[in-house]
């Protein structure tokens, strides 16, 4: 999961682009990245860690230009130690690309393959968002050579990609003397999104992979990027627009309402606030089936992205509603955090009960969702600690039983707590005193309730079911066995000084 941004302006976009990744940051702490385009030059700064701590003052100056690009890293497939699998990428031919992707493409590998073998175009790491800007800027140099106009080159070009890649992606580049290009997959399963705002000077436009990067910076919400189509921002600041892939279908993965996604956003015309605030509607009537309600005496969220769910939740059903775990704003999300045992130590550094909320009490604890079950199992150890009587634990997703392929990292079956095992044994293993999960049909139907207009969702995490059509077991168990030889690299590689 990544965080993109894209901005086209008749002033300086460096400080745009760092505030709006900023809002951003929640969808990738690893490393971040600007570059911007001046005098036809491409200008990038990019390091590992929070946007605060990559760029200084000098960095800033390093980067002139009214228009540019932002990212923020949370890796999938590749390396996340390797600085030149940061972006944004760039590539020199056709006519000069940056280029800043989210997602994760799930045929990378024989991509990578042909563009070695057929497109003779050389990569220099294992990222998939290289192998996308390399297929981009061969298709973009064979739509050129046909000797088109401008606008048919860049459709076309995009055309082609949609052909050739599968998986997620949202893309936004840069292209030297053509101007900015903003698509999206057939699918649409990662979010992007258009802003602009008038000024003097005209119209400025900005993409986004959610809308509070645009109204956080003072630019109007204006729509979705279409599944399937394509945006062109011509070097005049024009706006095209083009159905590249008449066959596309919305299908918006569902854990960017669940979890990733801030709450203050609005995605493929749905709040995120509401959406959760209707998860939490749809699971207290699960409670209420499950649970003795005479048996809670208080309903607490897990901080954060429960917080809307848990309230709707006790409303709901009459329930007393608590803050009994207090979030230490200063530590990072423990799910997008690489290494188990990093995530296991966060969460105490994370979170803390306030133990008058919990002594003798049996409590109702809400999460957005349970993947690992490492998170849930240490805050359960923490609620008994602090002199809980009983506790309960209510997730606003259903349980999470296979790997997500398409940016989630969900990669293997053995890190998910709810593969082969039912809900009294993932209840056991966290060692809650009862359970209950979100019904897949609810949490879609939640969704639905805001916006009609969606037939289908990305859930193979929850169901299996891959929309790509290019996913088997072989392709789960090669994932599997990649993970765990970079594993053994990495603990042989000699540690830094």
């Given at each position: 999961?990544?965080?993109?941004?894209?901005a086209?302006?008749?002033?300086?976009?460096?400080?745009?682009?760092?505030?709006?990744?900023?809002?951003?940051?929640?969808?990738?702490?690893?490393a971040?990245?600007?570059?911007?385009?001046?005098?036809?030059f491409?200008?990038?700064?990019?390091?590992?860690?929070?946007?605060?701590?990559?760029?200084?003052?000098?960095?800033?100056?390093a980067?002139?230009?009214n228009?540019?690009?932002?990212?923020?890293?949370?890796?999938?497939?590749?390396?996340?130690?390797n600085?030149?699998?940061?972006q944004?990428?760039y590539?020199?031919?056709p006519?000069?690309?940056?280029?800043?992707?989210?997602?994760?493409?799930?045929?990378w590998?024989e991509?990578?393959?042909?563009?070695?073998?057929?497109d003779?175009?050389?990569?220099?790491?294992?990222?998939?968002?290289?192998?996308?800007?390399?297929?981009?800027?061969?298709?973009l140099?064979?739509?050129?050579?046909?000797?088109?106009?401008?606008?048919?080159v860049i459709?076309?070009?995009?055309?082609?990609v949609?052909?050739?890649?599968r998986?997620?992606y949202?893309?936004i580049?840069?292209?030297?003397?053509?101007?900015?290009?903003?698509?999206?997959?057939?699918?649409g399963?990662?979010?992007?999104?258009?802003?602009?705002?008038e000024?003097?000077?005209?119209?400025?436009?900005?993409f986004?992979?959610?809308?509070?990067?645009?109204?956080?910076?003072?630019?109007d919400?204006?729509?979705?990027?279409?599944?399937?189509?394509a945006?062109?921002?011509?070097v005049?600041?024009?706006l095209?627009?083009?159905?590249?892939?008449?066959?596309?279908?919305l299908?918006?993965?569902?854990?960017e309402?669940?979890?990733?996604?801030?709450?203050?956003?609005?995605?493929?015309?749905?709040?995120?606030?509401?959406a959760?605030?209707?998860?939490?509607e749809?699971?207290?009537?699960?409670v209420?089936?499950?649970?003795?309600?005479s048996?809670i005496?208080?309903?607490?969220?897990i901080?954060d992205?429960?917080?809307?769910?848990?309230?709707?939740?006790?409303?709901?059903?009459?329930?007393?509603y608590?803050?009994?775990?207090?979030?230490?704003r200063y530590?990072?999300?423990?799910f997008?955090m690489?290494?188990?045992?990093?995530?296991?130590k966060?969460?105490r550094?994370?979170?803390?009960a306030?133990?008058?909320?919990?002594?003798?009490?049996n409590?109702?604890?809400v999460?957005?969702?349970?993947?690992?079950?490492?998170?849930?199992?240490?805050?359960v150890?923490?609620?008994?600690?602090?002199g809980?009587?009983?506790?309960?634990?209510a997730?606003?997703?259903?349980?999470?039983?296979y790997p997500?392929?398409?940016?989630?990292?969900?990669?293997?079956?053995g890190?998910?707590i709810?593969?082969?095992?039912?809900?009294?044994?993932?209840?056991?293993?966290?060692?809650?005193d009862?359970?209950?999960f979100?019904?897949?049909?609810?949490?879609?139907?939640?969704?639905?309730?805001?916006?009609?207009?969606?037939k289908?969702?990305?859930?193979s995490c929850f169901?299996?079911e891959y929309v790509?059509?290019?996913i088997?077991?072989?392709?789960?168990l090669?994932?599997?066995?990649?993970?765990?030889?970079?594993?053994?690299r990495k603990?042989?590689?000699?540690?830094?000084?």
């Amino acid at each position: 999961m990544c965080g993109i941004v894209g901005a086209y302006a008749y002033s300086p976009v460096n400080q745009l682009i760092y505030d709006s990744l900023l809002l951003l940051q929640h969808r990738g702490q690893d490393a971040a990245g600007i570059t911007t385009f001046n005098d036809n030059f491409f200008h990038t700064h990019r390091g590992k860690g929070l946007v605060r701590d990559v760029f200084r003052t000098r960095n800033m100056r390093a980067l002139p230009g009214n228009c540019g690009l932002g990212h923020v890293r949370y890796p999938c497939e590749g390396d996340s130690d390797n600085i030149e699998e940061a972006q944004p990428f760039y590539v020199n031919a056709p006519f000069g690309i940056g280029f800043v992707h989210n997602g994760n493409l799930s045929n990378w590998r024989e991509l990578r393959e042909e563009l070695f073998s057929i497109d003779r175009r050389h990569m220099n790491t294992r990222s998939d968002s290289e192998v996308l800007l390399n297929v981009f800027a061969h298709e973009l140099q064979q739509a050129t050579d046909k000797g088109n106009d401008d606008e048919t080159v860049i459709f076309d070009a995009v055309s082609a990609v949609y052909k050739r890649a599968r998986g997620s992606y949202s893309v936004i580049a840069q292209v030297a003397s053509l101007g900015m290009v903003a698509f999206r997959d057939p699918n649409g399963i990662r979010p992007l999104c258009m802003g602009k705002r008038e000024t003097k000077h005209g119209t400025e436009w900005m993409f986004a992979s959610e809308s509070v990067a645009l109204t956080g910076c003072g630019f109007d919400l204006v729509r979705d990027v279409a599944p399937g189509e394509a945006i062109w921002i011509d070097v005049k600041g024009q706006l095209h627009s083009r159905q590249c892939m008449p066959s596309a279908q919305l299908m918006p993965c569902l854990f960017e309402f669940v979890y990733f996604a801030r709450p203050d956003s609005t995605v493929d015309g749905i709040s995120v606030y509401d959406a959760r605030l209707n998860m939490g509607e749809y699971l207290g009537d699960k409670v209420a089936k499950t649970l003795r309600l005479s048996e809670i005496d208080v309903v607490m969220p897990i901080p954060d992205s429960s917080r809307p769910s848990a309230m709707q939740l006790a409303d709901r059903l009459n329930l007393p509603y608590r803050e009994g775990l207090i979030k230490n704003r200063y530590i990072g999300r423990t799910f997008i955090m690489p290494g188990q045992a990093v995530r296991k130590k966060s969460v105490r550094q994370k979170l803390s009960a306030i133990p008058m909320e919990f002594k003798g009490k049996n409590v109702l604890l809400v999460d957005d969702s349970i993947v690992r079950g490492t998170t849930s199992k240490e805050i359960v150890e923490m609620a008994r600690s602090a002199g809980a009587n009983k506790v309960y634990l209510a997730s606003a997703a259903p349980p999470v039983r296979y790997p997500n392929v398409y940016g989630v990292s969900m990669p293997t079956y053995g890190e998910l707590i709810a593969h082969n095992r039912d809900v009294e044994e993932i209840a056991q293993e966290i060692g809650v005193d009862g359970l209950v999960f979100q019904d897949l049909e609810d949490l879609e139907q939640a969704l639905r309730d805001l916006n009609p207009e969606i037939k289908a969702f990305e859930g193979s995490c929850f169901h299996g079911e891959y929309v790509t059509g290019d996913i088997d077991e072989a392709y789960l168990l090669r994932l599997c066995q990649e993970k765990e030889e970079a594993k053994k690299r990495k603990s042989a590689m000699p540690a830094d000084d």
